[in-house]
């Protein structure tokens, strides 16, 4: 079992950046699929960016594309979620998991086990 916590957000103005951290226990971290998504007050948690075992395949949603990098360094057991250009409407506490093998390729948060507490993000406008 993979356990994660979460790291990395704050408070930042509209226009700045933000790093998240995921960091994992567990030897088996390298050899599964990882995803980010997030949750607003009121709203259901909705994906944001996933990344491949090995880190060549990466996904985002369209309302992160282009500001939004998900990186992995396998040995050190940590995934990342580099945010720029970051808008109000990016607010919410940000979750990290592991996917499930069974749904590979799977942006839904059913198809994915062992997530971390969540870290909160507030852009400020």
């Known amino acids: 079992q993979v356990q994660l916590v979460e790291s990395g957000g704050g408070l930042v103005q509209a226009g700045g950046s933000l790093r998240l951290s995921c960091a994992a226990s567990g030897r088996t971290f390298s050899t599964y699929a990882m995803g980010w998504f997030r949750q607003a007050p009121g709203k259901e948690r909705e994906f944001v960016s996933r990344i491949s075992w090995s880190g060549g395949s990466t996904y985002y949603s369209d309302s992160v594309k282009g500001r939004f990098t998900i990186s992995r360094d396998n040995a050190k057991n940590t995934m990342y979620l580099q945010m720029n250009s970051l808008k109000p409407e990016d607010t919410a506490v940000y979750y990290c998991?592991?996917?499930?093998?069974?749904?590979?390729?799977?942006?839904?948060?059913?198809?994915?086990?062992?997530w971390g507490q969540g870290t909160q993000v507030t852009v400020s406008s």
């Open positions: 998991a592991v996917q499930n093998p069974a749904y590979s390729g799977s942006i839904s948060p059913g198809h994915y086990n062992c």
